[in-house]
């Protein structure tokens, strides 16, 4: 019994101690790189929800060429370009600023599949700076065509790129 009644004030007092770290603003919001086992862990996580999430299967062709020259442009129009970088166009310098930093979409085009792609872009990633671009008005059609655009992007060119975004 009075074990029960130690672990229960042990308990209470962990609560207040927690409650005093958090609200009383003793937690850091910084950015940090998080290394080891907490940047491991995040990252796994990260990964595993959108496996799950991620589902259903494209329904356009990913390898039409309108397709993959569209999503060309909705990607350096719609902001992605600022933080992830385009073929032959760097990231904004800001980027450098956020933690974790932005995932480079050329590994992304074979680590990730279609619809996990598809999820991301449309979902966002919380606690990260990925933004929800369902949330900012992207319909899911324009999300398809950056999909289709960054399965290509391992054997995209610059000058492809440079080409299909330029003003017309
Ligand atoms: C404000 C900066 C920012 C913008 C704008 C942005 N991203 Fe991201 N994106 C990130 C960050 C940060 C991550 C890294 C998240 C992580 O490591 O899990 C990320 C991750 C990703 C991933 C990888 C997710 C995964 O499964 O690991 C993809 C794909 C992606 N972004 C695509 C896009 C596309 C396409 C756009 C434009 C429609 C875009 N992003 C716009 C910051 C941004």
Redesign the pocket.
């Given at each position: 019994m009075r074990i029960l009644a130690l672990i229960g004030a042990l308990a209470v007092i962990g609560a207040i101690a927690a409650a005093i770290f958090f609200f009383g603003g003793f937690f850091s919001v910084a950015e940090v790189e998080e290394k080891g086992v907490v940047g491991w862990a995040k990252?796994t996580v990260?990964?595993a929800s959108?496996s799950r999430h991620a589902q259903g299967a494209p329904p356009i062709s990913l390898d039409d060429a309108a397709t993959v020259q569209a999503g060309a442009r909705a990607?350096a129009t719609?902001?992605?370009v600022?933080?992830?970088g385009g073929p032959g166009v760097n990231w904004a310098k800001f980027s450098e600023g956020?933690q974790?930093?932005?995932?480079d979409?050329k590994e992304?085009a074979t680590a990730?599949s279609a619809p996990?792609?598809f999820w991301?872009?449309k979902n966002g990633?919380t606690m990260?700076?990925?933004?929800s671009?369902g949330a900012a008005g992207a319909t899911d059609q324009q999300i398809w065509t950056?999909v289709a655009f960054?399965k290509k992007l391992p054997t995209l060119s610059d000058a492809d790129y440079k080409a299909w975004t330029a003003a017309p």
């Open positions: 990252a990260r990964a959108v990607f719609i902001g992605c600022n933080c992830h956020l974790p930093v932005p995932a979409l992304m990730r996990e792609l991301v872009i990633i990260t700076g990925m933004p671009f950056i960054i």
